[in-house]
């Protein structure tokens, strides 16, 4: 027997599993705490978390989310279509003792991440719609209007890319190249402008090894559309054998972590002003997203139903996000809310967590709780709960979130300049 309310798996705007072999229903048992019918995939990733069956009788539906959340780049999962509480316990079967740590690290975990509508931007903008001109330059959906189809063979993504990108031997522009770092995609390195004597940042793709080489074309567009002081800036690409080479300015200071692992603490005028910034970049990025006809990039993808996937850490991920709900630019905005945490605290929220249980605790606490909630001012707690509004239309976006009174806080850009300076010489 099962009780009236049924909890629900699959919701409005999620992007769906491709593939998918069959559907399941999923029961909760609340009497025992365990769920009941779930896939074995999902069963070996609980048993290696360190969710508790408080945390299950607490927010199942929570669990089933992240579960699915967490598990969503196997294409042969078996997907619950709804969890429904058992009024009768069932025998209880052995569980394993829990790992000290999770058996499925979080870097080797790719989540797969609905496309973000692009109507998220209110009547409210039109206030700063003239600081992107009519004129400005975007990208042409011209380029590929001819191939907007669903799916892309590898060698129509090829024939894009020749569309789009220099045929030139980059290195005779580009020399002194060291390599410092290795991304999802490829390496990048560092080199010299021959032209003009500056540094650039190199990020070079070997497309023979990419099993999605559209991700490439729709990074290309993407970059190619964005021009503000804020954000980092393509110069050129090239293609050569089958080797994409993205030249994009060379930031030599360091990321934010650095800055902040290298200082005792920021003060709320260092905090403001480098949310300052970010915001008027994120401002930017949505505000364009919402003007350029950027509907065929999700169609670049192998398939429908995996649009766009990403891999790193759940705890800058807002609420919707991990429930899987229809979401827009709004996540930016919770997700500049944990940065300025992470700036006020040192860390984010939950970082001590292993990833499953860090997305459990998002998806089920909604807004965390600082450590100390007495040291931020009130004018940074106001501005904090307006970037942690759960409820997502209640949340401001960009435009509105740059007329908060925190903000007005902000120092110079020049005292950024002088904190980066005391951290390398620290």
Known sequence: MYRGDTIRANRVGISKISNVKRNVHVGFDEASGEFTNLPKQWQDILIGSKLT???MQKDPQAVLDVLNYYAGNNDETQTPEKVEK????????????????SQYPMK???????????????????????????????????IVADRRVSILRDDEVLDVL?????????NKFYAQMKRIGQGAS??????????????????????KEQPKKNLSVNEIITMKACR???????????????ILWIVMEYMDAGSLTDLIDSQSQLTEPEISTICFETLKGLEYLHIIFNKADFGFCAQLSAEKAKRQTLVGTPYWMSPEVVRQQKYGAKVDIWSLGIMAIEMLEGEPPYLD?????????????GKPKLRDSSRPSELFRSFLD???????????NATELLAHPFLKLSAPKSSIKNLIQRKNII
Not at 86 to 92: A, D, E, R, V
Not at 163 to 168: A, G, H, N, T, W
Not at 234 to 240: H, Q, R
Not at 386 to 396: G, H, I
């Open 386 to 396: 307006a970037c942690l509004t759960v409820d997502v239309s209640k949340r401001p």
């Open 162 to 170: 020749k569309e789009i990108c220099s045929r030139d031997d980059p």
């Open 86 to 101: 058992h009024k009768i316990s069932p025998p209880t079967p052995h569980r394993p003792k829990l790992p000290q740590k």
């Open 186 to 207: 490829g390496s990048v390195y560092v080199a010299r402008s021959e032209a003009t004597g500056k540094r650039v940042a190199i990020k070079k793709i070997d497309l």
């Open 228 to 242: 503000h002081e804020n954000i980092i800036n393509m110069f050129e690409t090239y293609l050569v054998n089958q």
């Open 353 to 365: 967590e292993e990833p499953l249980k860090a997305l459990y605790m998002i998806a089920s606490n």
């Open 53 to 55: 069956k408080e945390d």
């Open 108 to 142: 080797e975990v790719i989540f797969i991440k609905p496309v973000p509508p692009i109507n998220d931007i209110p009547s409210s903008r039109k206030n700063v719609d003239s600081r992107i001109s009519e004129n400005d330059e975007l990208p042409s959906p011209s």
